[in-house]
């Protein structure tokens, strides 16, 4: 589960006293840690909050442009980029980023169980040792020294094969509720009880078991000549589906006239010529 990252930005072009920011990343996209259009570090304005700055699902401590933010370029080692519009850009400790005129450094500090808005950091005052010898003294300026090569900002640009990519992720992030805390730890069990199991959830209620040697009324006992298995019923006939209705004959008493079927009408002849009709005879024709 992700948890928050305590991180320092510095402003390599401020006053000293103006120089460290200690903030708190939070995780997730709620409003929390970010940059308004001038470069200045904005908390929990949504409104002026251009750039977002909080902490991935896999714990990498993430930038995120919108498009209103004016142009954006980390910085690491010899390498830059100008970060794209609504994709997360995964920085690292001691990257750079160049906004609006402002060159600010980014120390990441790891988890931090605190959120807290940002506020200056004011280192605790400590009071001068008095040198007593040659060696102190060298210690000392030693010490000087090398507070004030940190105090001066980001170190030098090393070798680009040294530095790792920029890494620029190709989906904005999705919007998810924050995880739910961890539940406390489980007490030690108590070596007197003997050896402790975890608690098993089952998805239903548990089904007893039936005895073997108990006889339920309908079930007969296959040991019993009396209660033999009945034969398997034979196979049923398959429908049989005819074609045509059946014709019931008429019923046929011994007194009864049979009625013999009339034969069929004649076919119907067609001649090819139509016929001649013989003319008539006059009576002079019969008596000659």
């Known amino acids: 589960m992700p948890r928050p990252i305590a991180v320092c930005i510095e402003d390599l072009d401020a006053q000293p006293q103006h120089r460290f920011l200690v903030c ?3 995780v997730g996209v709620e409003p929390g840690l970010g940059l308004d259009p001038t470069g200045r570090v904005s908390w ?3 409104l002026e909050r251009v750039v977002e700055l909080w902490v991935s699902q896999d714990q990498r401590f993430m930038l995120f442009k919108r498009p209103q933010a004016p142009q954006t370029e980390v ?3 010899g390498r830059s980029l100008v970060v794209p519009d609504e994709k997360p850009v995964v920085l690292l400790h001691k ?3 160049h906004i609006a005129g402002r060159r600010l450094c980014f120390h990441l500090h790891g988890i931090t169980q605190h959120v807290s808005p940002p506020q200056p950091f ?3 005052p400590t009071k001068p040792k008095k040198q007593s010898n040659l060696g102190d003294f060298a210690a000392a300026a030693a010490t000087a020294t090398a507070l004030a090569m940190g105090v001066a900002g980001c170190p030098s640009p090393s070798p680009e094969a040294t530095a790792p990519p920029i890494e620029v992720r190709p989906e ?3 919007v998810e509720p924050l995880p739910p805390e961890e539940a406390p730890a489980t007490p030690p069990s108590d070596p007197n009880l003997g050896e402790t199991h975890p608690i098993e959830v089952l998805p239903e209620p548990p089904i007893a078991p039936i005895p073997a040697n108990l006889k339920l009324p309908h079930e007969p006992n296959p040991t019993s000549p009396d209660d033999q298995a009945a034969p398997p019923e034979p196979s049923s006939p398959p429908i049989e589906v005819r074609p045509e209705p059946p014709r019931v004959p ?3 008493t011994p007194d009864a006239e049979v009625i013999l079927p009339e034969p069929p009408p004649p076919p119907i002849e067609i001649l090819p010529e139509p016929p001649k009709v013989a003319a008539p005879r006059s009576l002079d024709d019969e008596n000659e």
């Open 24 to 26: 708190t990343a939070t």
């Open 44 to 46: 929990h304005d949504d």
């Open 75 to 77: 910085h690491r080692g």
């Open 95 to 97: 990257d750079c980023v």
């Open 122 to 124: 004011v280192p605790t």
């Open 172 to 174: 904005p992030p999705s």
């Open 250 to 252: 008429a019923p046929v």
